[in-house]
């Protein structure tokens, strides 16, 4: 069974930073294009950032300068520094990937993982 299992989100006051983490596991050959997304309380889920196994990636306007996306192929593991957060930054952020396994490559999305930004 493939899982994406987020991690990292928490309290944060504004200015601050933090470093959400995404781990695919099973039994998976690995991780192909991966993205983060967000969606806060009644609003649609929304693109912060993807990035292909190889390293090129896409920022939202809201996220570019402030947020970076990276990935260890190595660990099937991708990451989202967020820094200088912003109180409209709050809001439950899902990491999604292609996943390839024996036989296919399979879109995946995590539990989600809470941030909240204090003003």
């Known amino acids: 069974q493939v899982q994406l299992v987020e991690s990292g989100g928490g309290l944060v006051q504004a200015g601050g930073s933090l470093r959400l983490s995404c781990a695919a596991s099973?039994?998976?050959?690995?991780?192909?294009?991966a993205g983060w997304y967000r969606q806060a309380p009644g609003k649609q889920r929304e693109l912060v950032a993807t990035i292909t196994r190889g390293g090129n990636t896409n920022y939202a306007d809201s996220a570019k300068g402030r947020f970076t996306i990276s990935r260890d192929n190595a660990k099937n593991t991708v990451y989202l520094q967020m820094n200088s957060l912003k109180p409209e930054d709050t809001a439950v952020y899902f990491c999604n990937a292609d996943v390839r396994r024996v036989l296919s490559t399979t879109n995946y999305w995590g539990q989600g993982t809470q941030v909240t930004v204090s003003s």
């Open positions: 099973g039994n998976i050959l690995g991780v192909d294009d």
